[in-house]
């Protein structure tokens, strides 16, 4: 929810009280202490003409999406899934062909990360579809990742280029006719992969000090790291991995990739922090953006020097 | 969703493998075991137009019915529920007021059952409230009470009056003038009462065979017992219990209390079968309403004598 979604969260958070030893509203996944393990819990819904349009997107790549981001939510706290649920509200003209074709790409993804589906509601809607997934996950008690552990002095890494998904979504809001690095981009925004390994992996190190998956764009998200750790950041613009697919398509389009990288978001890699050599102690790319600073503010460099960002792109002072 | 929802379950189901040890969808929760205690999921969708109309229920009814009916899916299993996590999609008229007065029924019934909220999602609708709540609970390992353990020889029980919420809803709907008899029975349709303390109870007597709640009315409900048992029923339609307020109303309205206690649905009683002493192990009221059968099928007494039942009520062979 683009405006309140705070402030009613905010009004929830006074009405309940979280028990001792839990971890509630404001992380990707609450934490729940059990026999010698955690269980992870996240939900996310997602609305038509909200978060997807039936014109722009195949039901299968539909129902893979709304089960990647859940995934993604285990991924980020270094868990492993264990079982989702989905509830879904269709109306007449979605109930029999699409529900299926939806359900064929919730059921592939599934079964590439071996998650079985245990359960959800199905129910009429009057107009549009509304799709709510739960994801449920374990991981060994105390070792999931919040968004609160960053420490002064850390590296900020993601664990792949940014941007791509957002050069998709624009592929299709714009219409461009399929080429393959159209396609290419187009598939990375309807078919994000959940750095479900990666996530484990990163927990396994014991060196992580914060960790998120990146949905809104890191120029949204890190906010939440700075912001629960009590920490500022310095992010070096010219490090932000960018694909080569990305680099070319905006060269042929004269789009920003420093914008699609930093705010355009769903790209579903992780964003973390760490020390400097945690590169050295998994083996898949990490690339270092930044650094975690005292000073509680977010901070953009470009080769070194200080630059304002917005909208319009960086400008030196 | 009236026509469609088990042949998409069912084709939900030739899609995913339930692993060894769970059970998955079909029952009121999912049972995911984990060490020394099994953990119960369940998850209903709310959608306005649907399941409410913001014109005939305020928010804090809402909020309060959205936990209840989930709630109750854990009481159904004989299980304590330990979290619930809430999505919310609201259009803009719905993102201030009615969302907080929502939240604070929501958190009225969350206290009453010491049940925190530990998660959820908001976003925007473009049009209709859409409401998903997922709920967790846990129960001691393999004593979850499903729907498949009815035997032949077992009373059928229930825990409290049927027809109640039925005859609620059709005062709202027939926008019947407030009365005590009137308030009585729609509150009884706004606030149901999940009946976690006697399902708790009814699982520790060990002698349960079948249990769930009353979200359709026992007409339907019990089939899906009868179903997952491979059993059936007879039920002795003189021995339904209807509360004082049900049979007045019925009097002044010339309404049909049968009809309202097999098919109006949504009392969330429980159901349940076991040893016709059953309730001399508990200190709440069972009223027992039939038998379990080996024929498969359900059959209506009345007085003794077998009757047809439909839509217009029962009529002697």
């Given at each position: 929810m683009a405006k309140g979604e705070f402030s009613l969260i905010d009004f929830i958070s006074t009405h309940f009280k979280v028990p001792e030893g839990m971890v509630g509203i404001g992380d990707d996944c609450a934490i729940i202490p059990s026999y010698g393990e955690d269980t992870l819990v996240s939900t996310d819904m997602l609305l038509e003409g909200i978060h997807f349009l039936r014109t722009k997107a195949s039901p299968e790549d539909i129902g893979w999406k709304a089960a990647a981001v859940n995934l993604s939510d285990i991924a980020a706290m270094g868990g492993v899934p264990t079982a989702t649920f989905l509830s879904m509200a269709l109306p007449a003209d979605a109930q029999g062909e699409w529900a299926e074709r939806f359900i064929v790409g919730y059921a592939e993804i599934s079964r590439l990360y071996n998650v079985p589906l245990l359960g959800g509601d199905t129910t009429s809607s009057l107009r549009d579809i509304a799709i709510n997934v739960g994801v449920k996950g374990r991981c060994p008690q105390g070792k999931a990742i919040g968004r609160n552990g960053a420490k002064v002095g850390e590296t900020i890494f993601v664990t792949g280029p940014l941007g791509d998904s957002g050069a998709g979504l624009k592929a299709i809001l714009e219409q461009l006719p399929s080429t393959p690095l159209v396609d290419h981009l187009i598939g990375k925004h309807l078919r994000p992969t959940p750095r479900l390994a990666e996530g484990v992996a990163l927990r396994q190190?014991?060196?992580?000090?914060a960790m998120m998956d990146i949905s809104d764009g890191i120029a949204s998200d890190l906010r939440h790291i700075l912001r629960c750790s009590g920490v500022g950041a310095t992010i070096?613009?010219?490090?932000?991995p960018l694909s080569e697919e990305l680099r070319q398509m905006c060269t042929l389009h004269d789009w920003n990739p420093t914008d699609l990288a930093l705010t355009?978001?769903?790209?579903?890699e992780l964003l973390l922090t760490g020390p400097?050599?945690?590169?050295?102690?998994?083996?898949f790319p990490l690339h270092p953006i930044g650094t975690i600073t005292e000073d509680r503010e977010l901070c953009w460099m470009h080769n070194g020097r200080k630059v304002r960002y917005n909208k319009k792109g960086f400008s030196h002072f």
């Open positions: 190190t014991e060196r992580v000090g070096e613009l010219s490090s932000l355009a978001g769903e790209d579903y400097d050599n945690l590169p050295e102690l998994v083996e």
